[in-house]
């Protein structure tokens, strides 16, 4: 018997069941794939697998918060303090530009290169010691991002808006 023998009702009752039984196969295969995610975090995998947040005892929600505010906090507090210090680097560099031209301050330049180059060789000579600190620090930062990466991008996010107001 065809489906164009099988009268009216019962044809859209066999599709029916059939769109039934569909749905309920990609409800069961989309259950599945929630399952495997719950199991296979997507941060172990990108980013290995002791990287379990310290603050996971807290929603995501709260850790956006938490680090959004103090990363605002910090982002205000950069933007002041870099507004002081820039005014006041640029206001004494000023006064003793006028100083100078008004004769009240007399520059030894021979004397001003000669410690610039020391310095310059000083500098050199100790940049291969800070070195192995600066990877440990380094490293030990690269591991706190990822263990704490929900809190750390509240954190940017809340510093570029503290930085912007």
């Not at 807290?58 to 303090?81: D, E, H, M, P, R």
């Not at 050199?124 to 800070?130: I, L, Q, R, V, Y």
Request: charged share 25%.
């Amino acid at each position: 018997m065809s489906s164009e023998d099988t009268p009216a009702p019962e044809r859209y009752i066999k599709m029916a069941n059939h769109d039934k039984d569909l749905e309920e196969e990609i409800y069961d295969k989309v259950v599945d794939l929630t399952e495997y995610a719950k199991r296979q975090r997507w941060w172990n995998r990108l980013f290995g697998a002791n990287s379990g947040p310290v603050a996971e005892k807290y929603s995501v929600a709260t850790q956006l918060a938490i680090g959004g505010a103090s990363g605002w906090c910090a982002g205000y507090l950069f933007q002041k303090v870099g507004k002081v210090a820039a005014t006041a680097v640029g206001g004494g560099l000023l006064l003793l530009q006028i100083a100078n031209n008004s004769g009240y301050i007399q520059v030894d330049w021979k004397r001003v290169e000669k410690d610039v180059n020391k310095a310059k060789k000083q500098l050199k000579k100790g940049s291969d010691k800070a070195g192995p600190e600066l990877n440990t620090f380094i490293d030990k930062s690269t591991e706190f991002v990822k263990k704490n990466i929900v809190v750390t991008s509240g954190f940017v996010g809340g510093f570029l808006l503290g930085l912007a107001s």
